[in-house]
């Protein structure tokens, strides 16, 4: 499973490449900051049982606040079958730091 910093993640959308942005976190956290890519939400431990609704037919870039949950939801969907799975290096902590800093930290 490989690693998507927050600039490759900017830089791909920006050129118009297709993802699924897939967010994991908690309802909580998604109301105190959220990334303006995200296109599907599925807390972690919804994860195992929905799967099927995560498209396989575009990049699927998986992000939490840190990065910690969204690797192990990667390394998952990896062992379901997906093919082009990362993990957002940093979650949305990083996207705060690096690329918008209007997006709140939390």
């Known amino acids: 499973m490989r690693q998507l910093s927050v600039e490759d ?3 791909r959308y920006a050129a118009g490449e297709r ?4 967010d994991v976190r908690e309802p909580f956290e998604v109301e105190a900051a959220d990334l303006p890519y995200a296109s599907l939400k599925l807390r972690m431990h919804d ?3 929905r799967f099927n609704e995560v498209p396989r ?4 870039v998986v992000y939490c606040h840190l990065g910690v949950r969204s690797e192990r939801v990667a390394e998952f969907l990896e062992a379901q079958g997906f093919a082009d ?7 949305i902590d990083a ?6 800093p209007n997006v709140p930290r939390y």
Do not use: K
Request: net charge neutral; no cysteine; glycine share 8%.
């Open 57 to 60: 037919d575009a990049t699927v």
């Open 47 to 49: 994860v195992p049982r």
């Open 95 to 100: 996207w705060s730091l690096r690329v918008d």
């Open 85 to 91: 799975v990362a993990n957002l290096d940093g979650g």
């Open 19 to 22: 993802m699924t942005l897939l």
């Open 9 to 11: 993640l900017q830089r």
